[in-house]
C-alpha cells in the first residue's frame, strides 16, 4: 500500500517538472508588464488580458515569419517525401546494376552529423546565391536517409504481385504507384510528411544562419528577434511562443497514438 | 534490364546529388580544409599540414569548451536517463488516469527549441525569478557558471524528453505480457517483475537511447546560443558553440574544418557503435 502511494506521488511530481515550463509560459503569457518586474516572481497573471496577443499579432514581422516558416516546412515536407518515394520505388521495384552499393551511400549520410558540417554548406548556398530565401533554407535536408528508411520498409513490406499484375495488365510504374502503392502505405508516407513538417517547422540553427532579412526569417529564429524583451513586453514573447506551440499541442492531442506507433517503427526498424 | 537501369537512375538522381552535395561534399571539404591554410575570405594559401590542430589544441577557449562539453553531459546524461525511466516506469501500464499523465509527458515534443530556450530565460532570469521562488532559493542561476551550466542541462532534458519518453514507452508495453503475468503467477512483486523481467527486456531500446543522447550532448550548440550565448564568463560555450564562433564569427577557416573533422568523427563513431551494439542485441535476441 505505501508503494502505490509513493508511486503515485512520485508520479504527479514528475508531472508537476515536465508540465511546469509550457504552464509558466501560458501564465506568462497574459502577464501585464508589471507582472515580470514586481519584486517577487508570480506565477498567477494580474488579469487575464489578451493585450500581449493583440500586440504579438500587431508585430510588423510576426505573421511573415509564420508564413515563412509554414512555406518552407510544407515544400521541404513535400519534396522530402517525393524524393524518398522515387528512390524506395527503385530500389524495391527495379531491378539494375549498383544498387546495393547504391543504397549503402544513401544509408551512410545517417553518419554524418549535419551540425558539423554547417559550414560547408552555408558557402554551397552562398555560392548558389540562396542566401535570404526558401530555397537556401529548405534545400540541404530535403533528403534524409531515415525518411528513406521508413519509406524503403513500407514499400517492402508490399505484395510484388501486386506490381507484376498491374504490368501485365499494362498499367504503367507512374500509374502503379499513384494508385495501388501510395494508398497502400498511406500511413508511412502521412507519418514521414508530418515528422518532416514539424521538423523543419521547429528548426532553429539552419534558417538563423542563411537568412539575415528580418522579411525572411522563420518564426523560431524570429521570436528570439522580436525586441519585445527589449522594451521590457515579455508578455508579447510568450504570447508568441504560445501561437506557435498550440497548434502543435493539438496536433499531438489527436495524433499521440498513431505518431507514438510510427516514431518507435522508425528506430526500431 | 537496360532501359530499367535508366529508368532507375534517373529516380535516383535527386536523392544522390543531395545526399552528395550536403553530407559527403561537405564532409570531404571539412577534411581537406582542415591541412590547409585558408584566409578569412577563404583563399587557399597552402598546406598547413597539422598547423591547424596544433592550434587549436594550445587553445585554451577550446579546451575549456571541451570541459564545458563534459560538464554538461556528466550532468545531462544520467538526470536524462534516471526522469525518462522514472516517468516510463510509472506511466507503463495502461490505465484511465494514466493516459492523462501520458499526455503531459508528451507536451515537451510540442514545444519547439528556441521557444523551450526563452522560457528557461524567463524562468530562471535574475534573483526574483519564478525559478528562486518556487525553491525558495537565492542563486543568479544565469549570471553564475556553475548554475549556468546546470540549468543548460535541464534545458537539454527538456529536448529530449518527449521522443526518449515515448520510445522507452513503447518498449515496455510490447513486451510479452505472458512473460509478466507467468512471473506474477510465480509470487514474483512488482519489484521484482521490474527488475528481473521488464527492464532486461527494455535494456536494447534504452541503450540506443542513452547513444543518441550521448551524441546530441556532445553536439550542442542551438539551446547555448539563445540561453546564454555561452556565457557567464565564457563558462557555456560548449565545442559546438566554439565551432559556430569560429567558422561564422572569427572567420578561422582552418580551426572551424578541424573542430567539424574532429566532431563528424565522433558523431559517426557514437552511431556506428549504436548500430553496431543493435545488430547484436537482434542476433542474440
Same mark, same amino acid.
Given at each position: ?11 504527479? %511530481? ?17 502577464f ?15 488579469? %487575464? ?48 546494376s549498383?544498387?546495393?552499393?547504391? /543504397? ?13 558540417? /554547417? ?21 540541404p ?6 525518411? /528513406? ?24 510504374d ?77 496536433? /499531438? ?17 | ?29 571539412s ?31 577550446? #579546451? ?28 507503463r ?22 521557444s523551450?530556450?526563452?522560457?528557461? =530565460?524567463? #524562468? ?7 525559478a ?16 549556468? #551550466? ?48 521488464e ?20 553536439m550542442?550548440?542551438?539551446?547555448v ?13 560548449? #565545442? ?18 578541424s ?22 542485441? =537482434?542476433?542474440?535476441?
Amino acid at each position: 500500500m505505501i508503494g502505490r502511494t509513493a508511486e503515485r506521488f512520485l508520479l504527479i %511530481f514528475l508531472l508537476a517538472i515536465i508540465a511546469f515550463p509550457i504552464a509558466y509560459a501560458l501564465m506568462a503569457s497574459f502577464f501585464s508588464p508589471m507582472d515580470f518586474t514586481d519584486s517577487y516572481a508570480h506565477f498567477l497573471p494580474s488579469s %487575464f488580458s489578451l493585450d500581449n496577443y493583440r500586440m504579438a499579432l500587431g508585430n510588423r514581422y510576426y505573421p511573415q515569419f509564420i508564413a515563412n516558416s509554414v512555406i518552407t516546412s510544407v515544400i521541404q515536407a513535400f519534396l522530402r517525401s517525393a524524393v524518398s518515394i522515387a528512390a524506395a520505388f527503385a530500389f524495391t521495384h527495379l531491378e539494375f546494376s549498383g544498387s546495393k552499393p547504391m /543504397l549503402i551511400v544513401l544509408l551512410v549520410t545517417m553518419f554524418i552529423p549535419p551540425d558539423a558540417l /554547417l559550414y560547408p554548406n552555408y558557402s554551397t548556398i552562398a555560392g548558389m546565391g540562396l542566401l535570404d530565401t526558401y530555397w537556401g533554407i529548405i534545400l540541404p535536408s530535403v533528403f534524409s536517409a531515415s525518411s /528513406l528508411l521508413m519509406i524503403l520498409g513500407a514499400f517492402r513490406s508490399c505484395d510484388k504481385n501486386i506490381y507484376e499484375a498491374a504490368r501485365i495488365d499494362g498499367s504503367g510504374d507512374g500509374r502503379y504507384v499513384m494508385q495501388i502503392l501510395l494508398p497502400m502505405t498511406r500511413s508511412i508516407i502521412a507519418a514521414v510528411f508530418l515528422q518532416t513538417f514539424i521538423t523543419a517547422f521547429n528548426s532553429y540553427l539552419w534558417p538563423l544562419l542563411v537568412t539575415s532579412r528580418m522579411g525572411m526569417r522563420t518564426v523560431q529564429v524570429g521570436i528570439t528577434m522580436l525586441g519585445f524583451a527589449e522594451s521590457g513586453e515579455f508578455g508579447a514573447q510568450f504570447a508568441a511562443i504560445m501561437m506557435i506551440t498550440l497548434p502543435f499541442l493539438i496536433i /499531438l492531442v489527436i495524433a499521440r497514438r498513431k505518431m507514438m506507433q510510427a516514431l518507435s517503427d522508425s528506430i526500431i526498424n | 534490364m537496360k532501359r530499367q537501369n535508366t529508368k532507375a537512375y534517373l529516380l535516383l538522381l535527386p536523392s544522390m546529388i543531395l545526399a552528395v552535395l550536403f553530407s559527403f561534399l561537405p564532409l570531404i571539404q571539412s577534411i581537406i580544409g582542415s591541412f590547409l591554410n585558408v584566409s578569412q575570405q577563404g583563399k587557399v594559401l597552402g598546406a598547413a599540414g597539422l598547423d591547424n590542430y596544433i592550434s587549436l589544441f594550445s587553445d585554451k577557449a577550446f #579546451i575549456n569548451s571541451i570541459g564545458h562539453t563534459f560538464l554538461f553531459l556528466a550532468i545531462f546524461l544520467p538526470l536524462n536517463t534516471v526522469l525518462i525511466l522514472l516517468a516510463a516506469i510509472l506511466t507503463r501500464r495502461k490505465r484511465r488516469h494514466i493516459a492523462i499523465a501520458e499526455y503531459v509527458f508528451l507536451i515537451p515534443m510540442a514545444v519547439s527549441l528556441s521557444s523551450i530556450s526563452l522560457i528557461f =530565460r524567463e #524562468i530562471f532570469r535574475g534573483r526574483v525569478s519564478i525559478a528562486n521562488r518556487i525553491l525558495s532559493t537565492d542563486l543568479p542561476w544565469l549570471e553564475s557558471p556553475g548554475c549556468a #551550466i546546470f540549468v543548460l542541462a535541464l534545458l537539454g532534458v527538456f529536448l529530449d524528453f518527449g521522443i526518449d519518453y515515448i520510445l522507452l514507452l513503447s518498449s515496455f508495453r510490447k513486451i510479452d505480457r505472458s512473460l509478466i503475468e507467468a512471473a506474477s503467477i510465480d509470487g514474483a512483486g512488482s519489484l521484482r517483475t521490474l527488475f528481473y523481467i521488464e527492464l532486461p527486456e527494455v535494456k536494447p531500446m534504452l541503450s540506443v537511447i542513452i547513444f543518441l543522447a550521448i551524441k546530441d550532448a556532445i553536439m550542442i550548440s542551438a539551446p547555448v546560443m539563445i540561453l546564454t550565448a555561452g556565457g557567464p564568463f565564457r563558462s557555456t560555450e560548449t #565545442i559546438m558553440y566554439y565551432y559556430y564562433l569560429e567558422a561564422f564569427r572569427s572567420g578561422n577557416r582552418g580551426t572551424g574544418s578541424s573542430i567539424a573533422t574532429l566532431m563528424a568523427i565522433l558523431a559517426g563513431l557514437i552511431m556506428a557503435t549504436m548500430a553496431a551494439r543493435r545488430r547484436h542485441d =537482434r542476433e542474440n535476441g
